[in-house]
Structures are given as structure tokens and as C-alpha cells.
């Protein structure tokens, strides 16, 4: 039996949940508020003017926490600007921004309009660009600040006719790479959220035996996981169906070939030895490549 019981982890916290009118970020604003945070839920208007979004400000109040709605489209920098500063004006602070906005255009790559794999790079990695850009002077300005990315699988491992979804996916676990570097000493700790779930972007593609097992609010523990004060920075963090895992970007121990005339055949005829993963390391920054690669030059 999963325990629900009312801790308060993060207690007075302010964060932003993007695309929060349904689904996997109506989870994600539920969790958080269940922990004591506030929350800015930010939804487009679409087709029902902001009623979802206002519906789950609805809950949210209905269940003691608190909540405002921002109405905007992430893809638009001014838009975010305005979403933040909603959140300063009502609570004074932005401790938290989960980037959960997104859309699906999925097609093969060879029948995918180019303008199909613009939207959706539009919308997931620019539009989590224009929200963390709208956030960070002021997570910097506080020394605190979480900023939650929202990976797949689909990036980190690949799927059939997704090439558009996992090209942003994985291009978001390169830009919290780098931001959790950049935000370290400010105290702004960046990962990544892949998860599994039953949504409105997922129904399609899943089969209803495996849908039972995929609710929203099973990923969302996740999330206060990588939003807390004792938060990690730059995990890539899986959840699905009440399973947690942990990704990684390796780099084995490869071999040292030189610049001999013939490196290209050895290097063909030994791609077994530089893949093999015995020694593989969790580099710290793209600096230890070149650092392991001056380091076997200068030994040889």
C-alpha cells in the first residue's frame, strides 16, 4: 500500500508548473501542493480559453493549497516573462520550474512535414528555453532555485516514428547539462524527468493493458524528488507505473590508436574494444574527453 501521508516538504515554496491544464502537469501541481508548495499553473488557452487550467486552480483550492493561472503559450518568450512575473508579484519568490509543456506530431521521418519537426522543437526546447530564461535571474538573484526538464525515453533511447519528439527530448538533457554547471554556484540545481504515462499525448500510442498501470500521478513523486532542498543536480530521473530508474551518459575507456596511416582499418577492426563498457565513466563535464584523450596522447 502507497503510504499518502501529508508531508510538507516543500513548504511555502513558489514554482511553475508549464502545460498544466491536464495530465502528467495536473499531477505534477497536485504533488506540489500536497507538499505545501504554491503553485503558478500555466496552461495555453486553446480551444477552452484557460478552463482547464482554471479546473485544476479549482482542486487545488478545494484541497486547502494555492494556486494562480497563467495563460500562455511557451513558445513565447514574452509570455513566460509575464508567467514569472505573475509568480513574483503574488508570492515574492520562483523557487521551482518544472518544463512540462508539450506536443506530439509523430509521422516516420521520411513522410514528416519539416514544419512538424520545427512545432515540436519549438514547443519542448524553446519553450522550456523561454521559461527557464524568464526564471533564472531571479532563482540567481535568491541563491535557490529547481528547474526540472522533462526528457523520454524516446530521446535517451530512441522510437519509431519520433524523430522529431526524441531529437528535443535529448536536446533537453544537453541544455541541463550545461545549466546545472552554470547554476551550481548560485545554489540552482537542473535534472531531467522521463516519465511514463497515460496522457493525453501517450493514449494513442499505448495499449489499454498497459495504460491501467500508467497513471500521471504515479510519475509525480518523481518530481518533488528533484524539487526538494536536498534535490540532486543533473539526474536523469525514469518513473513510471510506481518504478523509478536512473539514466546515464557514459564514456568507455576506448583505445589509443595515434595518427598512423592505417588508423581508420584499426579503428574499424577494433570498434568492439572502444565500445566496451568495463571502466566506462559519468564524465563531469565534456572537458574529460579531451582531458582522457591529451592524457593516452601524451602516454603513448
Known amino acids: 500500500m502507497v503510504s499518502r501521508l501529508n508531508t510538507k516538504l516543500l513548504q511555502d515554496r513558489v514554482a511553475i508548473v508549464t502545460g498544466a491544464g491536464g495530465g502528467l502537469g495536473k499531477a505534477h501541481v497536485l504533488e506540489l501542493i500536497r507538499h505545501g508548495a504554491r503553485v503558478i499553473v500555466n496552461d495555453i488557452a486553446g480551444r477552452d480559453d484557460g478552463a482547464a487550467a482554471q479546473a485544476v486552480a479549482h482542486e487545488v483550492a478545494i484541497r486547502g493549497g494555492e494556486a494562480a493561472v497563467h495563460l500562455g503559450d511557451v513558445t513565447s518568450p514574452a509570455d513566460m516573462e509575464a508567467m514569472a512575473a505573475l509568480a513574483i508579484a503574488r508570492w515574492g519568490r520562483i523557487d521551482i520550474l518544472v518544463n512540462n509543456a508539450g506536443i506530439l506530431r509523430d509521422k516516420t521521418f521520411a513522410k514528416m512535414p519539416l514544419e512538424d519537426f520545427r512545432r515540436v522543437l519549438d514547443v519542448h526546447v524553446m519553450g522550456a528555453v523561454n521559461a527557464t530564461k524568464a526564471v533564472w535571474a531571479h532563482m540567481v538573484a535568491q541563491n535557490y532555485g529547481r528547474i526540472v526538464m522533462t526528457t523520454s525515453s524516446s530521446g535517451l533511447y530512441g522510437n519509431f516514428g519520433q524523430s522529431n519528439y526524441g531529437a528535443a527530448k535529448m536536446a533537453l538533457v544537453g541544455l541541463m547539462q550545461t545549466l546545472a554547471l552554470e547554476g551550481a554556484k548560485y ?29 500521471a500521478e504515479r510519475v509525480s513523486p518523481a518530481l518533488i524528488a528533484l524539487v526538494g532542498d536536498k534535490a540532486p543536480s543533473r539526474m536523469i530521473l525514469l518513473a513510471g507505473a510506481g518504478s523509478f530508474e536512473c539514466a546515464h551518459i557514459t564514456m568507455t575507456r576506448g583505445v589509443y590508436l595515434g595518427d598512423a596511416a592505417d588508423t581508420a582499418e584499426q579503428l574499424c577492426a577494433r570498434l568492439g574494444d572502444v565500445a566496451a563498457r568495463a571502466g566506462e565513466t ?14 593516452k596522447a601524451t602516454a603513448a
Do not use: F, K
Not at 504515462?197 to 495499449?207: F, I
Not at 563531469?284 to 584523450?293: N, P, R
Open 282 to 295: 559519468v564524465p563531469e563535464s565534456g572537458w574529460e574527453q579531451y582531458q582522457m584523450e591529451i592524457l
Open 187 to 215: 545554489g540552482v540545481h537542473v535534472n531531467c524527468l522521463a516519465p511514463t504515462a497515460a496522457t493525453g499525448m501517450t493514449e494513442s500510442v499505448l495499449p489499454p493493458h498497459a495504460l491501467a498501470h500508467l497513471g
